[in-house]
């Protein structure tokens, strides 16, 4: 068995729950109108903090990867929802931000 470290393990977790959220959406098993609602906005920070670097930066084909990828699609393809996506989409980077110059602050101090 492989072995991850914690950290990698949990992304993967959260990778492993939004890749079946995207096939339950693909196979219309959820209620499609209450996706963006109930994980649009997690998802998106999820996607801006972490996937982003970390699992999607690699060019390896993964059925994970490739249903993250599908599912922030999805949230940004739905134009209901468009303006709303925009806005998690503005909170997430600006959180990437904040934790880059707090990790900046961190490494001056040092």
């Known amino acids: 068995m492989q072995k991850f470290p914690e950290e990698?393990?949990?992304?993967l977790?959260?990778?492993?729950?939004?890749?079946?959220?995207y096939?339950?959406?693909?196979?219309?098993?959820v209620k499609i109108e209450l996706v963006p609602d109930l994980?649009?906005?997690i998802f998106i920070l999820w996607y801006e903090?972490?996937?982003?670097?970390?699992l999607l930066a690699s060019n390896t084909r993964s059925h994970v990867r490739n249903s993250i990828i599908a599912l922030h699609k999805w949230l940004?393809?739905?134009?209901?929802?468009s303006k709303?996506?925009?806005?998690?989409?503005?909170?997430?980077?600006?959180?990437v931000?904040?934790?880059l110059q707090h990790l900046q602050l961190q490494q001056s101090a040092d």
């Open 76 to 81: 940004r393809g739905n134009s209901r929802w």
């Open 8 to 11: 990698g393990f949990h992304l």
């Open 13 to 21: 977790q959260v990778a492993n729950f939004y890749q079946r959220l």
């Open 39 to 41: 994980f649009g906005e």
């Open 84 to 95: 709303k996506f925009e806005e998690w989409e503005a909170a997430a980077l600006r959180d």
């Open 23 to 29: 096939i339950a959406i693909k196979h219309q098993q």
């Open 97 to 99: 931000e904040r934790r």
């Open 49 to 54: 903090v972490s996937f982003k670097k970390q």
